[in-house]
């Protein structure tokens, strides 16, 4: 990119102070304006907020940062900048640009998403974005180093970068949210106990969805355990409809196709119609009755029906616990990947014939699966961001057994939860055998 400076800066800022490592940093620690939440799960004294934006045909100076008469802080470090990209001509065939919210964004995962947001390889080689990220007072300087990561990248496709505390403000506009930070279940945690702690992250984050994000915002939990998340989120956020909630199970399909892949000896591009069905938990089911190798129904291909039953399953079940003993940390790389993805998913026609596994709200599916729940189902798009559940599917015994186990498990999920969808008193009895994948 070419850059020329102004002398005048359009990089509006309220209390900006430069950081000593740092110049182009600047930096606002005022009130939180909105604090919806009765549940206070995060201390939020402050709310800090460090943000930037890029606009095209300009160049500004550091220095030259004023005052916003509003109050409204919206760029961090080099995306203060304005600048002529060499490129100007393409420039002009960009689309509008679009705000994409990310929580947990000094976590693993985002660690590695947000590289592939800012690079296009998600949303196109035409799509400028701006990103809104969500940390807490506990990873606010972790998030500026993100931040600078970011600026040291040189995406050209990146416009914007916010870094807040405070989802109102983060959330503003926004067109899609990311929904990734939660707390990490630890020893001695009850798995009642974190359903009610990130729960309130959950219901607090839908309260500011619904408030001030894009009315038809796509928004995909990655938190665990994110079906019950989903479903605390879009229960707090009646503005945003209930079919735009999505928890990732594309982590669980892709796991599935590469076990299905390895068995059969090809490469995986061959396995399609892998649906993942129910909760992202030790009792998911993946489907091998109506999963493809090669166009062939599995059985015809993989005639091995204890194996597909038991080792296959639990494979795909326990792919993350599995992990995790290696690893020490859960799949971060990975469950990028997947989120990607599932983004792509949505915003590219799926290919004739074939779907994809989403966690969507259950709300006259055609499978009889118990409704008012985010279960994972088999999920079409037409590449408008939207999408419809799959008919031509098929059932039998085995599979209707496995599905009204993770059923059983999500519908006792909700009860845990009832204080923090609107829906009364909550009375957690969980079955003892079910588990987060990460959990063994
Ligand atoms: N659905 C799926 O397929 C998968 C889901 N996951 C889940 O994704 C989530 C994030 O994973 P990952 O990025 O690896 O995790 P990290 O621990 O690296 O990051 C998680 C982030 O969550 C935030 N967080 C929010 N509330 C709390 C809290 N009370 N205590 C501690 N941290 C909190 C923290 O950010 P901050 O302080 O900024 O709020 C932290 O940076 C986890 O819930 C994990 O179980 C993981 C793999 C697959
Ligand atoms: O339990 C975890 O954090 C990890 C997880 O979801 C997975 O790997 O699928």
């Not at 079919?243 to 061959?270: I, P, S, W």
């Amino acid at each position: 990119m070419a850059l020329t400076q102004l002398n005048n800066s359009t990089c509006s800022k309220t209390q900006l102070h430069s950081s000593s490592q740092h110049s182009f940093l600047s930096r606002t620690r005022t009130l939180p304006r909105h604090y919806h939440s009765t549940f206070a799960p995060l201390h939020r004294t402050q709310h800090a907020t460090i943000s930037c934006s890029v606009a095209p045909n300009q160049v500004q100076v550091p220095a030259a940062q004023t005052q916003d008469p509003k109050g409204k802080p919206d760029c961090y470090g080099v995306f203060c900048l304005t600048y002529d990209l060499k490129a100007e001509e393409e420039t002009k065939s960009w689309k509008k640009l679009i705000n994409i919210a990310v929580s947990g964004a000094a976590g693993m995962i985002s660690n590695h998403l947000l590289f592939k947001l800012a690079s296009g390889e998600v949303f196109g080689p035409d799509q400028p974005i701006a990103l809104k990220l969500l940390g807490s007072e506990r990873s606010i300087q972790a998030l500026e180093g993100v931040a600078m990561e970011l600026e040291d990248s040189l995406f050209p496709l990146l416009r914007e970068v916010v870094i807040s505390i405070d989802p109102y403000e983060v959330f503003q506009d926004a067109e899609w949210a990311l929904l990734i930070g939660a707390k990490p279940r630890g020893p001695g945690v009850e798995r009642a106990a974190l359903l009610d702690i990130n729960g309130q992250i959950f219901a607090e984050q839908g309260k500011a969805l619904n408030a001030v994000a894009s009315r038809n915002a796509k928004v995909i939990v990655v938190g665990n355990p994110c079906n019950t998340n989903a479903l605390i989120c879009l229960k707090n956020a009646p503005n945003i409809p209930a079919k735009n909630f999505h928890a990732l199970t594309r982590l669980d399909e892709n796991r599935a196709k590469c076990q299905l892949a390895l068995k059969a000896g090809v490469f995986y591009d061959k396995v399609s119609n892998m649906t993942i069905w129910g909760n992202h938990s030790t009792t998911q089911v993946p489907d091998f009755l109506n999963a493809r190798i090669d166009g062939l129904p599995v059985k015809e291909v993989i005639k091995d029906n204890k194996w597909l039953e038991e080792e296959f399953t639990e494979k795909v079940q326990k792919r993350g616990g599995v992990l995790i003993q290696k690893w020490g940390r859960s799949s971060a790389a990975s469950t990028s990947v997947s989120i990607v993805d599932a983004i792509r998913s949505l915003i590219t026609p799926t290919p004739e014939g074939d779907w994809f596994s989403s966690g969507v709200y259950t709300n006259g599916n055609p499978y009889g699966i118990a409704e008012d729940i985010v279960f994972s189902m088999p999920c079409r798009s037409k590449g408008d961001g939207d999408y419809e559940l799959v008919k031509d599917v098929i059932f039998d015994d085995y599979l209707r057994q496995k599905l009204a186990k993770t059923e059983a498990e999500l519908l006792a999920e909700k009860k845990c939860v009832a204080h923090l969808t609107g829906e009364g008193i909550a009375v957690c009895d969980l079955p003892g055998d079910t588990m987060l994948p990460g959990e063994m």
